[in-house]
């Protein structure tokens, strides 16, 4: 069956440092993957799309890669600060939908 | 630009009760989804339209969930009768369209309605 499978532990890190979020997943194909991140009482919001053959896109402090042949996708949040404190959600394209992992909750301690 | 308008924001009510949930998307965005997000999961589509023929809805619970997109623009889905496990918040998204070659847009997002059914 497929599945998509985000950090199950909630990260909590120190203001400055690198946080670093997982996606995996099996038994999809997807020509993109979307990174969305989302607040308490409110609806995802767009940061950074990667289609297959690209290996890293950066916007920012943020930097994704993705791994075809792991079926991976990394998300970082370089010099974190504390108004990024959010769940983040990775989102797989394919068959012109998008499937969403359960999201990563992220505390950024001042 | 304004962004997706959704409403209410909030429902509370009993089980076998009806409700509907209305969303106004993008100006000039064709794709609308409805998705169902459960506390601690991730949104799960239910329905997706473009304009306003549907284009994916394998996931929704047809006995008892329906959904309309009329003239391309507003939708509705609508509840009825509700069961315990609906409650969730039901998110409701726009995009350009769908490309052909299979690039999935991103997607804007509403505040979602939280749906309480007691």
């Known amino acids: 069956s497929q599945k998509i499978e985000q950090n199950s532990e909630a990260l909590n890190i120190q203001e400055g440092k690198t946080a670093t979020l997982t996606c995996n997943y099996t038994?999809?194909?997807?020509?993109?993957l979307q990174w969305y991140r989302q607040d308490p009482g409110r609806g995802p919001v767009f940061l950074l799309l990667i289609r297959e053959n690209e290996k890293e896109k950066r916007k920012e402090r943020l930097k994704v890669t993705f791994d075809t042949t792991l079926k991976q996708s990394l998300f970082h949040i370089t010099a974190s600060q504390p108004a990024d404190s959010a769940t983040y959600l990775c989102?797989?394209?394919?068959?012109?939908?998008?499937?969403f992992g359960a999201g990563t909750t992220v505390t950024v301690r001042a | 630009e304004a962004g997706v308008a959704q409403s209410p924001r909030y429902k509370i009510i009993e089980k076998r009760q009806s409700v509907a949930f209305w969303c106004n998307p993008i100006?000039?965005?064709?794709?609308l989804y409805w998705y169902q997000q459960i506390l601690g999961q991730g949104p799960k589509l239910l329905i997706q339209?473009?304009?306003?023929?549907?284009?994916?809805d394998s996931q929704l619970p047809k006995d008892r969930f329906s959904a309309e997109r009329l003239k391309g623009v507003d939708s509705t889905l609508k509840i009825q009768p509700a069961k315990l496990e609906d409650s969730a918040v039901y998110l409701c998204?726009?995009?350009?369209?769908?490309?052909?070659?299979?690039?999935?847009?991103?997607?804007?997002f509403g505040p979602g309605t939280r749906l309480t059914v007691l």
């Open positions: 339209f473009q304009n306003n023929g549907v284009v994916d």
């Open positions: 100006s000039g965005h064709a794709t």
């Open positions: 038994n999809y194909s997807p020509a993109y």
């Open positions: 998204a726009s995009s350009l369209a769908t490309g052909t070659s299979g690039r999935v847009n991103e997607q804007f």
């Open positions: 989102a797989l394209a394919s068959d012109y939908k998008l499937s």
